[in-house]
């Protein structure tokens, strides 16, 4: 389904009306200085690579070692109790309560749960 002009200027605009937000701009520079830190960003490539691998191993039916579960939840303190990781993700749970009111604020202009529709698979009808 194609957007028509309205909508697409509709959420231009609401874009550009949030990105004003102090909230979400102090996000917004929040994940960017983790994202640009060296030390941040290969900390949590790393645990998401360790993440995938230890998943695909457990659902080959392998039992993970004591001495890698350990590891793991190591690198996941690590990674968590990072300065930069810590304030993005402060600034997150404070835009997600913002988030939130803007998602009711659509449903109730459109009349229908906004967030629902929004979640819902389309079943190979929705192109």
Do not use: W
């Amino acid at each position: 389904m194609d957007l028509t002009p309205e909508i697409k200027t509709a959420a231009l605009t609401l874009i550009e009306a949030m990105k004003t937000d102090q909230t979400i701009r102090l996000y917004l520079s929040a994940r960017e200085m983790a994202e640009n830190d060296p030390e941040a960003s290969a900390l949590e490539n790393q645990l998401i690579e360790l993440y995938e691998r230890l998943i695909e191993r457990q659902q080959q039916g392998e039992k993970l070692s004591e001495e890698e579960i350990e590891a793991f939840n190591s690198l996941r303190y690590r990674v968590r109790m990072h300065p930069l990781i810590i304030q993005r993700e402060n600034a997150l749970a404070q835009i997600k309560p913002y988030l939130a009111q803007v998602a009711d604020e659509i449903s109730y202009t459109l009349g229908i749960d906004y967030t629902l529709l929004a979640n819902t698979p389309c079943d190979g009808e929705c192109s």
